[in-house]
């Protein structure tokens, strides 16, 4: 299995990127899927990472960005329910790795279980070590 990062994101604070497994990038499919019903949603999702990757997670407000603890970050957008999940590249200085997307609206009692996926995934990715950058 082929694991590499794909840049999402370049700013003067932060470079965020996502996971692409075998040449499949959850985030990216989530974000096309998303924008054939709800391309709004999708621009404030965006809009809210380019906001951090230019001034950093302290620029953005509660509603957009929650702290899970661990070094687990979840970045919100409220219309359409999409999170992603996050933390930083720890062989990357300023890099956010963007590793796992769910939609929440509808679903809340499925939350602690994205949580606990997301954690996983951390964590699985820290085992990997340093990944190629594409």
């Known amino acids: 299995m082929s694991v590499i990062l794909r840049k999402v994101i370049v700013g003067a604070e932060l470079a965020l990127v996502t996971v692409v497994r075998d040449g499949v990038c959850p ?3 989530t974000i096309r899927n998303v924008r054939v019903s709800n391309p709004g949603s999708v621009l404030k999702l965006l809009a809210t990472l380019e906001i951090a990757a230019m ?5 953005l407000h ?3 960005l929650k702290a899970l ?3 687990l970050y979840e970045f ?5 329910g999409i999170r992603v999940f996050g933390h ?3 062989h990357r200085r300023k890099c956010i790795i963007l ?3 769910w939609i929440k609206a509808g679903k809340v009692r499925q939350q602690d279980r994205a949580i606990k996926k997301a954690r996983q995934e951390m964590d699985a990715l820290k085992q990997l070590g ?5």
């Open 27 to 29: 985030f990216e499919e």
């Open 55 to 59: 001034h950093g997670l302290d620029a």
């Open 62 to 64: 509660e509603k957009q």
């Open 69 to 71: 603890g661990g070094g």
């Open 76 to 80: 919100k957008e409220h219309s359409a």
């Open 88 to 90: 930083y590249d720890r």
């Open 99 to 101: 590793h796992h997307t």
């Open 130 to 134: 340093l990944l190629p950058l594409e």
